[in-house]
């Protein structure tokens, strides 16, 4: 079956391009996976991965224990830089994500459950998914694989079949019957967004071409699901312009509702700075409004 030794000869030529430029971080909350990214010894990651540590213990593909330390992280994407010393390290290649398509074979490197260089594959299932981490995050145009995401995995290389980064993997999507992780269905932050925001990270330690559209509000849940409550208007900002006042409850978004702050960060991760958008309000006195505002940029 030539076609067929074709494919499993090009998964292992993959294997080899690409696990060298996979690490794994460990800190004092647990494991996960990283990219190298540059000749510089910058290694890009989950944020989730860092934590809240500072300092890190990076294991390379052949066991070499080195170094690392914080360079940035921006949680908006779950993205963060570490940095090591660089000698003998192998930069990834990466794709443009804009290029994929739904069947594209896809591949994922890591280090799950702390197994190290680990080699699973599937497909791009889908594109440009809104999808909630469940802490505050929104992922945004995230990819969907069937290539098996597990603890450890997170920070780690999804590939094509030419081993160019395609994205990272960082969520396994939860089935809330069954109240653990729904096989075949994982989530990767797309190769332009990790590109883009590692730059920044390198060059300045933040990120101000974020991508990602932003009110100008903190706020808070209700527990009632009758929208999001503004707890502070800051100064300035596109919800400022726009009148909204502390106390104002969200309750949509261009129609679509928002009962609570995952739905608001899913709604916003699917629009763009610059749009401008009609927000629902309701006011303390109970009264309703709709107001129009354009939408500004996030930056850390």
């Known amino acids: 079956m030539p ?16 696990s060298p430029s996979v690490v794994q971080i460990a800190t004092s909350e647990g494991l996960g996976s990283g990219i190298v ?3 510089k010894g910058d290694i890009v990651t989950n944020a989730h991965v860092v934590g809240s540590a500072s300092t890190f213990k990076v294991t390379t593909s052949t066991g070499k224990l080195l170094a690392g330390k914080l360079v940035g992280t921006f949680a908006e994407d779950d993205l963060a830089v ?11 290649s990466f794709a443009n994500s804009d290029q994929l398509q739904i069947g594209d074979i896809a591949m994922a490197i890591g ?3 702390g197994l190290s260089s680990s080699f699973t594959e599937g497909i791009v299932s889908a594109l440009n998914r809104q999808e909630p981490e469940g802490n505050g995050v929104v992922l945004q145009n995230a990819l969907q694989t069937s290539a098996p ?3 450890g995995n997170s920070g780690g290389a999804l590939v094509d079949i030419q081993g160019r980064v395609i994205g990272i993997p960082t969520l396994a999507a939860a089935d809330p019957q069954m109240g653990g992780a729904a096989a ?11 590109t883009n925001i590692a730059k920044q990270l390198i060059t300045s330690g933040k990120v101000t071409n974020s991508n990602r559209a932003y009110l100008g509000v903190k706020i808070a849940d209700t527990g009632e699901g009758s929208g999001v409550y503004v707890t502070q208007v800051l100064a300035g ?3 400022a312009k726009a009148g909204l006042k502390t106390g104002d409850l969200i309750t949509a978004v261009n129609g679509t509702q928002t009962p609570d702050s995952s739905a608001l960060g899913t709604v916003l991760a699917g629009l763009k700075p610059g749009q401008t958008v009609k927000v629902g309000v309701m006011h303390q006195d109970g009264s309703h409004d709709t107001v129009s505002l354009t939408l500004g940029e996030f930056s850390s």
């Open 3 to 18: 076609a067929a030794a074709a494919l499993q000869n090009a998964f292992h030529a993959v294997y080899t391009r690409v």
């Open 37 to 39: 990214f540059d000749t």
């Open 82 to 92: 570490i940095k090591v010393p660089a000698s003998g390290l192998q930069p990834a």
């Open 111 to 113: 280090n799950p459950l």
């Open 149 to 151: 995401i597990n603890p």
């Open 184 to 194: 075949g269905i994982g989530f990767a932050i797309p190769s332009n967004t990790v």
């Open 237 to 239: 900002t596109p919800a």
